[in-house]
């Protein structure tokens, strides 16, 4: 059968959207990896659905699928593709939107039509609640090359491990931050995996991030990642509420407020398109 699709993306991160509220269709993994790949399919980073919610509180489900065809519990910059998606396709003209996801509900509203904001609730940096099999600390340590590398982990509805690093030049190491990254995700003291986001703070008001994420690998931005890591900087005491997070693909603006974690950036309408799977 055909279906039809939208590609987005956030700052380089890219996405497959699809409205699944009427057609009920069976996403197997085969049918995931196929969409994903970039040679022999659409290609994207993650792909979104459009589901019913079924809380009786939000506005619609945001299913969020990795390129390797595993579940997701969160995605930020997705997020904001999808609030933009539902109302390019006529399926939301509200200004502000509910979404349920797996891990939690969050909210959002459209700024312009291509900048979006979404309010990506609080971190939670209870071990148990990451998972972390370790106990409650403001950092951690884990060994790599003979050297003890310190992080700090927190949940923004999915794990995220924050390694603060000396010079921006790491960065750009694609082969180290990959070394640790895989490292971290393949640990058993993360249960779930996790995403590795590599910090530098430039000064009290941005930073500059690298994140490797669980499904994805290297990215050229991540949202949930900005939001994680903003959290961690703001708790140490190392950056202002409101924080400029300068990523491969581009910044967001970060703020953290008493309702949560406000996320503000770009939503890019890329093309339409169908398919046949």
């Not at 998972?131 to 949940?155: G, H, M, R, V």
């Not at 949560?260 to 169908?274: C, K, N, R, S």
Request: charged letters at 20%.
């Amino acid at each position: 059968m055909k279906i039809k699709f939208s590609k987005m993306h956030g700052l380089g991160n890219d996405f497959i959207i699809l409205n699944n509220i009427d057609l009920s269709l069976e996403l197997t993994t085969e049918i995931i990896q196929k969409l994903s790949d970039r040679k022999f399919g659409i290609g994207c980073d993650q792909l979104l659905v459009v589901e019913p919610a079924s809380d009786g509180q939000s506005d619609f489900f945001y299913r969020i699928y990795n390129s390797d065809g595993s579940e997701a519990g969160q995605c930020g910059n997705g997020a904001r593709c999808f609030i933009s998606f539902l109302h390019l396709q006529g399926l939301s003209n509200k200004s502000k939107v509910k979404l349920q996801t797996n891990t939690r509900v969050i909210d959002g509203q459209i700024i312009n039509p291509s900048v979006v904001e979404v309010n990506m609730g609080n971190p939670d940096f209870k071990p148990e609640n990451i998972p972390l099999n370790l106990f409650e600390a403001s950092n951690y340590e884990f060994k790599f090359d003979n050297q003890l590398i310190q992080f700090t982990a927190a949940s923004m509805g999915n794990p995220h491990a924050v390694i603060r690093i000396a010079t921006p030049e790491i960065l750009v190491d694609n082969e180290y931050l990959t070394k640790i990254g895989s490292m971290l995700q393949q640990s058993p003291i993360f249960p779930e995996s996790v995403n590795v986001n590599f910090m530098f703070v430039e000064n009290e008001g941005q930073l500059r991030l690298c994140t490797y994420e669980r499904g994805s690998g290297l990215t050229l931005a991540c949202g949930s990642g900005a939001c994680a890591t903003a959290a961690v900087a703001v708790r140490d005491g190392l950056v202002r509420q409101k924080v400029k997070v300068i990523m491969p693909g581009g910044e967001l603006e970060i703020n953290w407020t008493d309702a949560g974690l406000l996320m503000t950036g770009e939503a890019i309408h890329v093309f339409d398109g169908e398919i046949e799977i």
